[in-house]
């Protein structure tokens, strides 16, 4: 759901399982802009990839004649080889959480609730099953501490568009299609499908 146009609206990108120095370049030029305007980038990968890390565009004299180049991860997250899903369920368990204690504090609500009311099904069962998640298993299985997944969903929250990005790193193993499902969940929560900035970006 999410075209290169996006990316010059979007206020938080999230990455998952895709090293994008390797498998699309291009990206990282559109990463460089965002990361320059102040975008939080929160990445979830095994590996450091460098691409992630920091940048400098070939393309770019200033780049390639300065010292320094640009960062372009804001959190950087080693997740445990297939732990994606469980630290997904973490960033989600924080964000509902955080909705609950709203909602008897008589605060602002967390999740987009006329969003979840008009565009998804489901909402209840998916928050109870969240709910039920013990955060010592989602910290041995995601490989992340709390304090990490937690941070993740804080730059989530204050996000208004944000994106999810995956590569084969979440398809090419026996639990991808759950956990693009939980990417999908994550931007469902606060409503980042179908509006500029937002969504889903294979």
Same mark, same amino acid.
């Given at each position: 759901?999410?075209?290169?146009?996006?990316?010059?609206?979007?206020?938080?990108?999230?990455?998952?399982?895709?090293?994008?120095?390797?498998?699309?370049?291009?990206?990282?030029?559109?990463?460089?802009?965002?990361?320059?305007?102040?975008?939080?980038?929160?990445?979830?990968?095994?590996?450091?990839?460098?691409?992630?890390?920091?940048?400098?565009?070939?393309?770019?004299?200033?780049?390639?004649?300065?010292?320094?180049?640009?960062?372009?991860?804001?959190?950087?997250?080693?997740?445990?080889?297939?732990?994606?899903?469980?630290?997904?369920?973490?960033?989600?368990?924080?964000?509902?959480?955080?909705?609950?204690?709203?909602?008897?504090?008589?605060?602002?609500?967390?999740?987009?609730?006329?969003?979840?009311?008009?565009?998804?099904?489901?909402? !209840?069962?998916? $928050? #109870?099953?969240? /709910? @039920?998640?013990?955060?010592?298993?989602?910290?041995?299985?995601? =490989? *992340? &501490?709390?304090?990490?997944? !937690?941070?993740? $969903? #804080?730059?989530? /929250? @204050?996000?208004?568009?944000?994106?999810?990005?995956?590569?084969? =790193? *979440? &398809?090419?193993?026996?639990?991808?299609?759950?956990?693009?499902?939980?990417?999908?969940?994550?931007?469902?929560?606060?409503?980042?499908?179908?509006?500029?900035?937002?969504?889903?970006?294979?």
């Amino acid at each position: 759901t999410v075209t290169l146009d996006d990316f010059a609206e979007t206020d938080g990108i999230f990455f998952f399982g895709q090293n994008v120095g390797t498998s699309s370049p291009r990206m990282l030029h559109d990463l460089q802009d965002a990361s320059r305007r102040g975008v939080p980038i929160v990445t979830f990968n095994p590996l450091r990839e460098r691409g992630l890390v920091e940048f400098d565009n070939p393309q770019n004299p200033v780049d390639m004649l300065t010292p320094g180049a640009t960062r372009i991860s804001s959190q950087y997250h080693q997740v445990k080889t297939g732990g994606d899903t469980a630290a997904l369920f973490g960033i989600c368990k924080a964000l509902i959480a955080a909705d609950d204690a709203a909602q008897r504090s008589g605060a602002a609500r967390i999740l987009d609730v006329a969003f979840i009311n008009r565009h998804t099904q489901g909402f !209840e069962e998916f $928050a #109870a099953a969240v /709910r @039920s998640k013990d955060w010592y298993d989602l910290e041995r299985r995601s =490989g *992340l &501490t709390r304090n990490a997944m !937690e941070a993740a $969903a #804080a730059v989530y /929250r @204050s996000a208004t568009a944000a994106m999810g990005v995956y590569g084969m =790193g *979440l &398809t090419q193993h026996r639990h991808g299609v759950e956990t693009v499902q939980m990417i999908v969940n994550l931007l469902l929560l606060r409503g980042n499908i179908g509006k500029p900035g937002a969504g889903i970006l294979p």
